[in-house]
């Protein structure tokens, strides 16, 4: 994916509904409009409130293995002849450019983490819409295979606070399509740091559809 145009591609339509919307602008315009809120973590817990990765399809692959699938360029491996769980693939993962061969080298990154989703807004949700939010394939950016250390070394941080070594453009188009498709809201140091980056990206468009 490219810094300029950045399009949805649905990888299954899993939180999309009837009532979905589009939304498209210059990603200076979609910062702009962000929500400000302070952000209140108070009370997260993620197995409690986003639980684990689901097996939507009943296919015994979970959104992990669904991911790892989509994202190889080559016919993936399991680890047994159930085709279950994914052993083998080549990744190359896009906050470094690294290639990956094992399954156990990378992780999967909730670009907008669970932890700042919840004290974003997602703390009010029915447990349902957090669940479908923890596993949504239903756009390729919010989950994404990456680089282990990479994504440890992210955690919970915002873009105020970390961005990855490549492609930093796309990364802050993706967090902020991710923020208007889910209605989460941003605080003030986030939303100035993605002002920044989004004034030195001046031909990203994000297109995303509102859940």
């Not at 809120?37 to 009370?43: I, S, T």
């Given at each position: 994916m490219?810094?300029?145009t950045?399009l949805?591609?649905?990888?299954?339509?899993m939180?999309?509904?009837?009532?979905?919307?589009?939304?498209?602008?210059p990603?200076?315009?979609?910062?702009e409009e962000?929500p400000v809120a302070?952000?209140?973590n108070?009370?997260?817990?993620?197995k409690?409130?986003f639980?684990s990765?689901?097996?939507?399809?009943g296919?015994c692959?979970?959104?992990r293995?669904?991911?790892?699938?989509e994202e190889?360029?080559?016919?993936?491996?399991f680890?047994?002849?159930?085709?279950c769980?994914?052993?083998?693939?080549t990744?190359?993962?896009?906050w470094d450019?690294?290639?990956?061969r094992?399954?156990?080298e990378?992780q999967i990154?909730?670009t907008?983490?669970?932890?700042?989703?919840?004290?974003?807004?997602?703390?009010e949700?029915e447990?349902?819409r957090?669940?479908?939010?923890?596993?949504?394939?239903?756009?390729?950016?919010l989950?994404?295979?990456?680089?282990g250390a990479l994504n440890?070394e992210k955690?919970?941080?915002?873009?105020e606070e970390?961005l990855p070594?490549?492609d930093?453009?796309t990364?802050?188009?993706?967090w902020?399509?991710?923020?208007?498709?889910?209605?989460l809201?941003?605080?003030?140091?986030?939303?100035?740091?993605?002002?920044e980056?989004?004034?030195?990206?001046?031909e990203?468009?994000?297109t995303v559809?509102?859940?």
């Amino acid at each position: 994916m490219t810094a300029g145009t950045l399009l949805l591609t649905a990888l299954a339509p899993m939180t999309a509904t009837a009532g979905s919307t589009e939304y498209s602008a210059p990603l200076t315009q979609a910062v702009e409009e962000l929500p400000v809120a302070a952000e209140d973590n108070a009370g997260y817990d993620r197995k409690k409130h986003f639980g684990s990765w689901k097996d939507e399809d009943g296919d015994c692959q979970n959104a992990r293995a669904e991911v790892l699938i989509e994202e190889s360029s080559t016919e993936v491996t399991f680890t047994n002849e159930k085709e279950c769980t994914v052993d083998g693939g080549t990744w190359t993962t896009t906050w470094d450019g690294v290639v990956h061969r094992k399954a156990s080298e990378t992780q999967i990154d909730h670009t907008v983490p669970l932890h700042e989703a919840w004290g974003s807004g997602a703390q009010e949700w029915e447990d349902t819409r957090r669940k479908a939010y923890a596993n949504d394939l239903g756009d390729e950016r919010l989950l994404t295979a990456q680089t282990g250390a990479l994504n440890t070394e992210k955690g919970s941080k915002g873009p105020e606070e970390w961005l990855p070594p490549k492609d930093q453009c796309t990364y802050v188009a993706d967090w902020t399509a991710m923020k208007v498709r889910w209605g989460l809201t941003v605080d003030e140091a986030e939303k100035a740091k993605m002002a920044e980056m989004a004034a030195s990206c001046p031909e990203t468009t994000i297109t995303v559809t509102v859940v």
